[in-house]
Every structure is written in C-alpha cells, then in structure tokens.
C-alpha cells in the first residue's frame, strides 16, 4: 500500500498568513475537506475544514463565504464567528473560524478543490485520522488539535 501523506505546512517566515475558515453543521457533525495532494501547500492529503486566504482588503467573514461558495459550491444564510486566533500548532497562520447550517445534503454539494468531503462527529476527529469513502482508505486529520477546539467552539455556540 502506498504511504499516508505527512500534513506538513508549508507557511511563510513573513507576516503570518490569513485564513478564513468555515466549519457547515449537521447536528452535531461537521463537513471535513480531503485536501488536494499538490505539493507546496498546507496540509496536502489532509482533512481540515473548508476554506482559503483571505484577499487584500476583504473582510474574514467575506472570505468565509467566498471560499465555501468556491469549494464546495454552497451559500450560508447566517456565518457566525467562532474564533479569531494564531495557531500554535502551525505557526505562520493566523485563522478566523466561522461555522454555520449545512441546509444541504452533503452528495449535492459541488466539490471544486479538494480530494472528497465527508461529515465527521468530534470523535472521529479526535481519532486524528478520518476514512475517505471516494479514495477508499484513511488520511490524517491537519491540526488536530486545532480542529477539536474549534468544533468544541462551534458546537458550544449552536446549542
């Protein structure tokens, strides 16, 4: 069997990056993104939450909306802020997180980047490796511990 991709981060020694991220809520699930394997960027081979950089002059709640719509091909009726906050697990990225009501089923949703997409409960999570039902076989979770403390965030925030 072919090796499991490191989730290696590839950041700039710069200013730190800006991402907008966005975690869309089943219940008590999230929607994961298999990330591409291309090399040269975060997390290649990873699951994480949908999102990107957030542009020159945009605002993190419009880059949120922006890459939910082009990765995934969905538009939020609501985005609530989680959290704004460097990582300490991958330094050089600054991230503010929104979550919001994936009022869609998942098979609908037009995967544009990214290697698949799957609902996951904080457990499998936390279990740091997730199964992609496209690729058939387990990847690792980018972060770990900072998707757990977000999705705890989130899931607090939406009782």
């Known amino acids: 069997p072919e090796p499991l991709p490191g989730c290696s981060v590839v950041t700039s020694k710069q200013k730190p990056k800006r991402v907008a991220l966005v975690l869309p809520l089943v219940?008590?699930?999230?929607?994961?993104?298999l990330r591409d394997m291309k090399p040269g960027i975060e997390a290649p081979g990873c699951w994480g939450f949908v999102g990107g950089s957030i542009a020159r002059g945009e605002s993190p709640r419009a880059a949120a909306a922006r890459e939910l719509w082009e990765e995934v091909g969905f538009k939020a009726a609501r985005l609530r802020r989680i959290s704004a906050e460097t990582l300490s697990e991958v330094p050089g990225i600054f991230s503010v997180a929104f979550c919001c009501e994936l009022t869609v089923p998942p098979p609908s949703l037009r995967l544009t980047e990214g290697r698949d997409l799957r609902l996951a409960a904080l457990a499998q999570i936390s279990s740091g490796r997730l199964y992609s039902p496209k690729l058939k076989r387990a990847f690792p979770m980018a972060a770990r511990a900072y998707l757990e403390k977000t999705l705890?965030?989130?899931?607090?925030?939406t009782r």
Do not use: E, P, T
């Open 152 to 157: 705890r965030r989130a899931l607090k925030l």
């Open 27 to 33: 219940g008590r699930r999230v929607l994961m993104q």
